[in-house]
């Protein structure tokens, strides 16, 4: 595989899609670093707190009345509860037990002096956190759905690296053809722009787990519309006429807007 361009200007473009990808890292972790991780850890303590105030809650109301007490509380912070007639939570391998997200919460999640806190990361459905609470007279599990417990990167910060990524693989295999699109994840609701390339009948998305696949199955499982097509020469073109890499076709507001309600 060719690292460099040949020519002149394809080095330079080269280089330019290099520093805007660099770029675009470092300002995902400064967003990180500065919003993401302060966000969670107080995501995570607003939790904890709830969570000992239930279980103060709990230790204060008879026996008979905590289940109904509990399922109030479930419906208003939007947590999980076990169903009926199961004692715990699924367990899938201890490992999962003892997880990054485990880790992180322990410092906030209600204890017992002297008591190790139980708590078990769920995978299996919706991702949860369950946390067990110990009180005379019982012990209740209380599952928190992942997606409460951290503050993830905004989708717009990571939009723009798939043009980056494609125009970096095009640059290097000449013979590839860039291609700039409209897509849907997998089982996701939501059309957006993207970019990839196509070489010997696979798709090579850097951004995506896989990074390659067949044509075929990619254009299938993420229904591929509004497709525009790049040689290495027209992209090379169009990154240093336009000054950046992409989008660079001219899809009116109003089939955008369509696109992104799944109209067309």
Request: hydrophobic share 40%; aromatic share 10%; with cysteine.
């Amino acid at each position: 595989m060719r690292l460099m361009p040949n020519s002149l200007i394809g080095r330079t473009s080269f280089i330019l899609v290099v520093v805007l990808i660099l770029s675009q890292l470092f300002s995902n972790y400064l967003v990180r670093h500065f919003y993401v991780e302060p966000q969670t850890k107080q995501r995570m303590a607003l939790i904890g707190k709830e969570l000992t105030l239930i279980k103060q809650a709990l230790r204060e109301l008879p026996v008979v009345k905590r289940q109904a007490y509990l399922i109030e509380v479930a419906k208003q912070q939007n947590f999980l509860l076990l169903p009926t007639g199961r004692r715990e939570p699924v367990r899938i391998t201890l490992r999962q037990k003892e997880g990054p997200l485990v880790k992180e919460f322990s410092t906030y999640a209600p204890k017992n002096p002297g008591e190790k806190q139980q708590m078990i990361m769920q995978q299996q459905g919706e991702r949860a956190l369950w946390v067990k609470l110990r009180v005379p007279g019982g012990s209740y599990w209380i599952g928190v759905p992942a997606s409460q417990l951290r503050v993830k990167l905004p989708w717009q910060w990571w939009q723009g690296e798939c043009y980056e990524a494609a125009l970096l693989y095009a640059l290097t295999h000449p013979d590839a053809v860039l291609v700039h699109g409209w897509i849907r994840r997998p089982n996701g609701a939501r059309w957006f722009c993207h970019a990839w390339c196509e070489l010997d009948d696979v798709v090579h998305d850097l951004t995506m787990p896989h990074k390659s696949e067949c044509i075929e199955e990619y254009y299938k499982s993420r229904r591929v519309l509004h497709t525009t097509e790049y040689s290495y020469d027209e992209a090379v073109e169009n990154m240093t006429t336009l000054g950046h890499a992409g989008r660079w076709d001219d899809l009116d507001e109003a089939t955008e807007a369509l696109i992104e309600q799944g109209c067309c």
